[in-house]
Nanobody, 121 residues
Framework: QVQLVESGGGLVQAGGSLRLSCAAS????????MGWSRQVPGKEREFVAV????????TYADSVKGRFTISRDNAKNTVYLQMNSLKPDDTAVYYC??????????????WGQGTQVTVSS
């Protein structure tokens, strides 16, 4: 079992930056990929970014490409999402996720509780 806890959300003006963190605990040796998704109330959850164990592969949604950067520190069992040039459309609850080697990134095995990001115009 793995537990994920996000932090770093908050209120920021358009054009500003935030850095989200997600710390994993429990059976962390089973984790292969870690990623981020976001959700606006009443809408479907949207993929944001994902990174593999060795940090040799990253994938981003087109909507955040060039603005967001995902990274991880395996020694700390933590994944980060650096968000720059934030837009009001980035406002959402951001959820950390993680999965096993044989699990597709589209269906993570574990989810965090979410952290609110609000971008004002």
């Amino acid at each position: 079992q793995v537990q994920l806890v996000e932090s770093g959300g908050g209120l920021v003006q358009a054009g500003g930056s935030l850095r989200l963190s997600c710390a994993a605990s429990g059976r962390t040796l089973s984790i292969y990929f870690m990623g981020w998704s976001r959700q606006v109330p009443g809408k479907e959850r949207e993929f944001v970014a994902v990174i593999n164990y060795s940090s040799t592969s990253t994938t981003y949604a087109d909507s955040v490409k060039g603005r967001f950067t995902i990274s991880r520190d395996n020694a700390k069992n933590t994944v980060y999402l650096q968000m720059n040039s934030l837009k009001p459309d980035d406002t959402a609850v951001y959820y950390c996720n993680a999965g096993h080697l044989m699990s597709p990134a589209s269906t993570p095995d574990y989810w965090g509780q979410g952290t609110q990001v609000t971008v004002s115009s």
